[in-house]
């Protein structure tokens, strides 16, 4: 067995491991589990001897304390097994294009699969590296077996290396991220961990120490029905009530089409029913808990100006928690990043901290008990065909990783 970050991302990619929104099993597809079984016995053949899968797919791993401080912080890098359902995962055939010249990259089962600098943002970066892509015709699963293999990787060097001081390491991989179920089964009590980082970012030098705070709203309109031949003076169809208020959002701000960086939105994305009865759903975004306050009270004042023409006609006004920016919970533990700070500055990057326009299973595991910012795995492009991965990217983090376990050590 071929054990160095490529060939285990190798190994790794061509295993369908996709999951399926549509499906009420857990995990959604029992083919995530031959990834999750695979990883378990390469763990146990590092040494590893707690590895497992539990009974609902999840992998579970320690690497023992080889430290004889006994107040280091147990840290756990965590990883999803599973591929978009965007695309098919099934057969894929990693290309690796070695020493890239910068030249555009034709995709082999498919020429009109192109990447080109330019078009692909961080690809300018890449050029006399080795760059793995898929063949055209599938993703290649960069996310998130990129982290995956670096994860493996790096345990199976803090194992061979026993001079590299550290404290109790866990690994953890999920099923399920990309359809939102990933922590679903997650058993953080058994885990055992203090802190964790998801391994699942874009370029290297990267960390991710925020996400949007999430709420959906539903208004529900009862209109006046009637029928429409007799509805002279009477009928208060919900229909028009539901055109009304979506026609009074404002259409240069608040909306996904017209915000970027920290701004939020209030965006429609379902409207169902018949001129008695109408609901409308959104989501509404923020990075704050009072920004969402503040566009669902725009919301609300919307809905009450318009009913105001309608006065027999009532509305539900139903807001409901989806998750929280996960910066709430690391702000109180600054050690977190800052030890992710250090671990890429000693493997010569320029750590950027960014915020993601959209949520990740770290900020459920930071409000579940486990806080847990997002690094750096290398991956881009993802849930396409042009999916793409630097073998020395999974290097760095690979070396991240390594320098994160020991410096979690060293400042205990
Ligand atoms: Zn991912």
């Known amino acids: 067995?071929?054990?160095?970050?490529?060939?285990?991302?190798?190994?790794?990619?061509?295993?369908?491991?996709?999951?399926?929104?549509?499906?009420?099993?857990?995990?959604?597809t029992a083919?995530?589990?031959?990834?999750?079984?695979?990883?378990?016995?390469?763990?146990?053949?590092?040494g590893i001897s707690d590895a497992h899968v539990d009974e609902h797919g999840y992998v579970y791993a320690t690497i023992p304390s080889n430290s004889n401080k006994t107040q280091i912080p147990v840290i756990c890098f965590c990883s999803h097994v599973d591929t978009?359902?965007?695309?098919?995962?099934?057969?894929?055939?990693?290309?690796?294009?070695?020493?890239?010249?910068?030249?555009?990259?034709?995709?082999?089962?498919?020429?009109?699969?192109?990447?080109?600098?330019?078009?692909?943002?961080?690809?300018?970066?890449?050029?006399?590296?080795?760059?793995?892509?898929?063949?055209?015709k599938t993703l290649l699963g960069a996310d998130n077996k990129a982290g995956v293999a670096e994860i493996m990787a790096a345990a199976e060097y803090l194992v061979n290396h026993p001079e590299i001081r550290h404290g109790d390491i866990k690994i953890l991989f999920t099923p399920d991220e990309e359809v939102g179920r990933g922590t679903e089964k997650v058993d953080l009590a058994k885990l055992g961990a203090d802190y964790g980082y998801t391994v699942d970012g874009e370029a290297v030098g990267t960390l991710e120490n925020e996400t949007f705070s999430a709420d959906s709203v539903r208004i529900t309109i009862s209109g006046v029905s009637t029928h429409p031949g007799y509805g002279l003076g009477k009928l208060e169809n919900a229909v028009k009530i539901a055109a009304d208020i979506l026609a009074k959002l404002p259409k240069d701000t608040l909306s996904p089409e017209t915000t970027s960086d920290k701004e939020g939105f209030i965006h429609p994305v379902?409207?169902?029913?018949?001129?008695?009865?109408?609901?409308?759903s959104f989501i509404i975004r923020d990075f704050t808990t009072a920004g969402l306050h503040e566009k669902e009270a725009f919301l609300k004042g919307i809905l009450d100006e318009v009913l105001k023409q309608y006065p027999n006609s009532t509305a539900d006004f139903k807001v409901q928690e989806q998750y929280r920016n996960m910066k709430e919970v690391l702000d109180k533990y600054p050690q977190i990043i800052e030890n992710a700070e250090e671990a890429m500055q000693r493997a010569g990057l320029d750590p950027v901290c960014r915020s993601i326009r959209g949520g990740t299973d770290g900020s459920r595991l930071s409000f579940m008990g486990l806080p847990c910012p997002n690094i750096f795995a290398g991956e881009h492009a993802f849930h396409s065909k042009l999916e793409w991965v630097s073998v020395q990217d999974m290097e760095k983090a690979v070396e991240v990783i390594v320098n994160l376990a020991r410096v979690w050590e060293e400042k205990a």
């Not at 054990?3 to 009420?24: A, H, K, M, N, W």
């Open 84 to 136: 978009s359902p965007d695309v098919s995962g099934a057969n894929v055939k990693p290309v690796i294009h070695k020493n890239w010249d910068g030249s555009d990259i034709a995709l082999p089962d498919d020429h009109t699969q192109v990447l080109r600098i330019g078009e692909l943002h961080d690809l300018d970066q890449q050029i006399g590296n080795d760059i793995i892509t898929a063949s055209g």
């Open 1 to 28: 067995m071929k054990t160095s970050v490529l060939d285990r991302f190798l190994r790794y990619v061509q295993i369908d491991t996709q999951s399926d929104p549509g499906s009420e099993s857990f995990p959604s």
């Open 31 to 46: 083919k995530q589990r031959d990834l999750s079984n695979l990883l378990a016995v390469e763990l146990l053949e590092i």
């Open 270 to 280: 379902q409207v169902e029913g018949i001129q008695e009865k109408v609901t409308i």
